[in-house]
Nanobody, 125 residues
Framework: VQLQASGGGLVQAGGSLRLSCTGS????????IGWFRQAPGKEREFVAG????????LYADSVKGRFTISRDNAKRTVFLQMNSLKPDDTAVYYC???????????????????WGQGTQVTVSS
């Protein structure tokens, strides 16, 4: 089982990035997917999550209205569209997979079984 997060980079405040999380070695559509981030000196925090069927989406209050999570199970990929980026969004972003029942998304990293390696997002002011 492997998860690969990609799409990070350097962007100016107000800009946009789209992160991708690709799965291999398992059926991505059986898993809820969460995005987490960790800034230097801070604990890892939940950003957004989507249920296995895509019907339930959760967001952290800090990104609500700016970030959108979506998935394309045929392509085994989950996306995190990030708009109106702020310097406070600077962090390493991780995707994680949770084999749970349909319609459930966990905000806790303890609920996730597999993790990708992370992709750096840097937002300059």
């Amino acid at each position: 089982v492997q998860l690969q997060a990609s799409g990070g980079g350097l962007v100016q405040a107000g800009g946009s990035l789209r992160l991708s999380c690709t799965g291999s070695g398992f059926s991505l559509d059986d898993y809820a997917i969460g995005w987490f981030r960790q800034a230097p000196g801070k604990e890892r925090e939940f950003v957004a999550g989507i249920s296995s069927g895509g019907t339930v989406k959760l967001y952290a209050d800090s990104v609500k209205g700016r970030f959108t999570i979506s998935r394309d199970n045929a392509k085994r990929t989950v996306f995190l569209q990030m708009n109106s980026l702020k310097p406070d969004d600077t962090a390493v972003y991780y995707c994680a997979a949770d084999r749970t029942i349909s319609g459930v998304v966990s905000r806790s990293e303890k609920g996730y079984d597999y993790w990708g390696q992370g992709t750096q997002v840097t937002v300059s002011s």
